[in-house]
């Protein structure tokens, strides 16, 4: 049986090999990732991981996996940042608060699909202006939702979260590892 990772995020490959799997091909899938009007972030991230899911293509002997990373602040979805300006207005909204990190995983094997999602709850601490724009100076913001990356310099910033660590990087491993013994791919091995 392979194994297909339908991300293009390097964390997730990361996260992966973390549980000493290597994915056998990385399909990134490319959908529509616009909310829904009035769509809320949890429901809206599973949708996001089970489309993507449905969208990689596989064959009968391939089992797909696939994720979701939304940063919500109340109803509010914060998506990957375009530009430096909406990172800095996404880190100012979150800033001296408390947000939540939804990562949403999916995989999918022939027509069965299984999915969790684990919430997470992040403080961050208030920040001055030498730590927004310094941040933003690196760079590290661009392409990770809510402008912000947990597992880089951004870690300064976040003194408590209540949840998974890994799911706020992009792959809840624990519940990663048991959708895929789910779905039959052998996680364990003895040799
Ligand atoms: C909040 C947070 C997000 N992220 C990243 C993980 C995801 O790569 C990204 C969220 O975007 P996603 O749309 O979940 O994933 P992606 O577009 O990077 O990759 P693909 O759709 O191909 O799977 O944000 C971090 O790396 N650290 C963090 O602390």
């Known amino acids: 049986m392979k194994l ?21 091909a990385i399909r990134p899938p490319d959908i529509d990732e616009t909310p829904g009007k009035g769509e809320l972030p949890r429901p809206y991230c599973a949708r996001m991981s089970r489309e993507k899911a449905r969208t990689v293509q596989a064959g009968a002997d391939e089992v797909v996996l696939c994720a979701d990373t939304t940063v919500a602040l109340g109803r509010r979805i914060m998506g990957k940042p375009r530009d430096a300006g909406e990172a800095a207005e996404f880190l100012l909204a979150m800033s001296g608060r408390r947000h939540k990190v939804i990562t949403a995983v999916a995989v999918r094997r022939g027509d069965r699909l299984w999915e969790r999602d684990v919430v997470t709850t992040v403080r961050m601490k208030r920040l001055d202006d030498l730590e927004l724009n310094a941040y933003l100076a690196t760079d590290d913001w661009r392409g990770k939702a809510g402008g912000y990356g947990i597992q880089g310099p951004a870690g300064a910033f976040i003194p408590w979260l209540q949840g998974s660590y890994t799911a706020v990087m992009g792959l809840p491993v624990a519940e990663t590892a048991n959708l895929l013994k789910a779905a039959g791919y052998p996680v364990w091995r003895t040799e």
């Open 4 to 24: 297909i990772l339908g991300s293009g995020s390097p964390r997730r490959l990361d996260l992966l090999a973390t549980l000493g799997l290597t994915p056998d």
